[in-house]
RNA sequence: GGGCGCAUAGCUCAGCGGUAGAGCGCUGCUCUUACAAAGCAGAUGUCGGCGGUUCAAAUCCGUCUGUGCCCACCA
């Protein structure tokens, strides 16, 4: 109340000097409330248009597309922090002047939503068998509009500046003719194609994943040792899988191996089966491992699968979709860990096992999506002929189309690119694109483009597998903006400005889009430069995940401290392509920086700060002022080189130093006595602070966006921030000034420091004479008695300290007797440290070599840090010598 | 098995050849007319170990230890 009643009496003296425009009089409250801001401004913000984007622009377009959320849930942290990332920089490039397109949407993420949906079926007890295909789908559709509805909201709140008339979504009527026109293209290209090959198979999702979607974890498995045939012409094979056995073709050694070669070309007995099956010669086979001899299962194992291939093995299938035992016999339906051991146990009663299961832990594939251990499987799928798609994706970045931020990062794209597999692109699930094949009743296979009319008649039907979900996501940089139609918007934003995702996604996603990209615009890759960021972890470093209880729901940081503070916090953390830690202590942190820009600004509209007219020359400016100038123009040069470099926590926390430590901590406090004067120095600071106050709320917009909307308004009583301009350097630099400043400030914090040692109140005034003849200090005594609490010397003053300091002198009264234990023991600290920094310097520039090798303005430096010592000694020297004795 | 990276203040991280930095935390004093979500002052590091290059090394090279990530068809 106090507080509040005081303000109102400040708030009066201001009156006899208003500002000029809208807003003299702010109704600002002490404290930044985010919630009573943020939630207007964003929509006033959409119903304004300012983040639509127009093809017929004459502007410099400048695009990117959001990675696309899964509409699976809700965003975490990570978005927020990818999106924040995102907003910046496209703020700042809408307020340079280019037209900005920042494209909104979502991935309809097929294995990943399905298995949502399959999981909200089942809490009714329903599998999706019992909505048939088509109701499923319907049922998928339902969950997509809720939970992208969710999405959007999360989005508005952040504070997400993309263009919500052109959202996308990968399932649309427009995407879905851009993937049936890709791929009835790469398949008229001989690019995909159709086979049988030893696939990833989930069996609880039973559907194909690709290589990528497997998880590889180190399991603990065993390795049983089996005797394979009888007698002198027996073998011993080792594995982890005995079940497999069955499905057994051949053993192979690698052929110079003594101890089998006189085996190889014979037929042993599969033991369980009563089938024979012939010992092969392969120089896969590694003799130094187990026994050196290899079970062979094509139809069970990749190696297998090829091994077979080279020595024209049949394939026998002993797992069902389920990995459930088809073969006929005791095993049959039974899982296959159940058979497993089952099998193990039948060989075990026939004394095939020659060595005891022993440990062994090897790595095992597992399904990203649900964690089930993956079953190789031979299966028909269809594929895309990577060779020449990756290569062109290879040489784009290698010959500089395409940068990759940070660098380092293209050694793993190219790693990635280079060894590429074919993509096995089809999926067995319900939800998403249906492959637009069909087969005919005597075998034949149609692909039909999106302009052609499927073939229709007796038994035509359609090709049951969707695709993969990466293969619409690769074509997302142009498919958004209504390609295959040679749109306004294709002509105009593609290729994409840049491309901002986190490393994760490098191989899933960028890596498909520079592939699609290329082949779909002619030689055209989808974007000049990756930026790809790290992951949230929390404050410790650690991953953020449910299980573990350390995963934050940005929403609950957003309510507490507002979308400023989550944001402000993300970038300053975000370092080029590593992991970003954030903890709620640091929201709080940006969140009170967030307060203290609000109250720098009502301070500086109580006082009447103004952006109106032009700024005074030079020469009618105070020291102060030039000061602020020059360094505020370093400053826009900085966070603009920054944000060239992608270096969001450079620049976030260049402009969070400058503002606090300079502005607000001396600058504003130094107008303070220039206001108090009043006069033409008033008038110009006035114009000066709202300069500062004006350009450092652009500045940190991009980052800040709704805080510095709010004052900037208020401040200068324009339409927004949004579309202002983004500040340049004007090339103002005052070196005199900052070192005249710095003077001020040297001196101020010498003479706090003694104030504070001597345990006076900061409030506490004291008499003292002030000897400034011979430095550029004069002007700046009134700013120095304030800021230190000084009084002028009266009738009785006796100094009882006298300090020395940046060529001048402070002369004390301090009513009692000084601590002068404190104050000798303090300077004697210094002085040592002064005299050995002395010490050091002589020693250096007494160092032949280091004057003969040294640059020169290295031992230009060293001279300086060697007299800036010295005269520490003769000042602190002089100190202690006017220290009163006792 | 390959590849990449990291070890700097209590915690999380910048710096990457010329006096050790930031945020948070910590200590002390304060409601000093924008702000106690604040102000002022202060403490804190043989920059993982050992060698080497250099006039000069947290920074470059080698090596050891610890640690993280990515890739791989280890039956």
Known sequence: MARARR???????TQQSPASGPNSTPELPTQYAPAEVEGQLYESWVARGYFEADAKSPKDPFTVVIPPPNVTGSLHLGHAFEHTLIDAVTRRKRMQGFETLWQPGMDHAGIATQNVVERELAKEGKSRHDLGREAFVERVWQWKAESGGQISGQMRRLGDGVAWSRERFTMDEGLSQAVQTIFKRLYDDELIYRAERIINWCPRCLTAISDIEVEYQDDDGELVSIRYGEGDDSIVVATTRAETMLGDTAVAVHPEDERYRHLVGTEIELPLTGRRIPIVADEHVDPEFGTGAVKVTPAHDPNDFEIGQRHDLPSITVLDEHAVITAHGPFLGQDRLEARSAIVAALRAEGRIVAEKRPYTHSVGHCSRCKTTIEPRLSMQWWVKTGPLAKAAGDAVRDGQVKIHPEEMSKRYFDWVDN??????????????????????????VCVGPDEEPPSGEGWHQETDVLDTW?????????TLGWPERTESVERFYPNSILVTGYDILFFWVVRMMMFGIYAMDGTPPFHTVVLHGMVRDQFGKKMSKSFGNAVNPLDWMDAYGSDAVRFTLARGANPGVDVPIGEDWVQGSRNFANKIWNATRFALMNGATVEGELPPAERLSAADRWILSRLNSVVAEVDAYYEDYQFAKLSDALFHFAWDEVFDWYVELSKTTFAKGGAGAEASRRVLGEVLDTTLRLLHPVMPFVTE??????????????????????????????????????????????????????????????????????????????????????????????PVVGATVELDLSGAIDVAAERKRLTKDLTAAEKEVAQTSAKLTNEAFLAKAPDHVVEKIRTRKAAAESDIERISAQLAALPQG
């Open 710 to 803: 709010k004052l900037w308004t208020a401040l200068t009583g324009r339409e927004s921030v949004v579309i202002a301009e983004w500040p340049t350097d004007s090339g103002f630099r005052d070196q005199a000034a900052e070192q005249e400043i710095g003077t001020v400030q040297q001196l101020v914090t010498e003479v706090r420091r003694f104030r504070s040692d001597q345990g006076l109140q900061p409030g506490q005034k004291v008499p003292a004479r002030l000897d400034l003849a011979g430095t550029a200090l004069p002007p700046h005594e009134d700013a120095i008695r304030s800021l230190l609490r000084l009084q002028p010397a009266g009738d009785g003053f006796t100094a009882t300290a006298a300090l």
């Open 471 to 479: 293969f619409s996501s690769g074509l997302w940089p142009f498919s």
């Open 420 to 445: 590429l597999h074919d993509w096995c692109i089809s999926r067995q699930l319900w939800w998403g694109h249906r492959i637009p094949v069909w087969y005919g009743p005597d075998g034949e296979m």
């Open 7 to 13: 303000l109102a009496a400040v708030t009066d003296n």
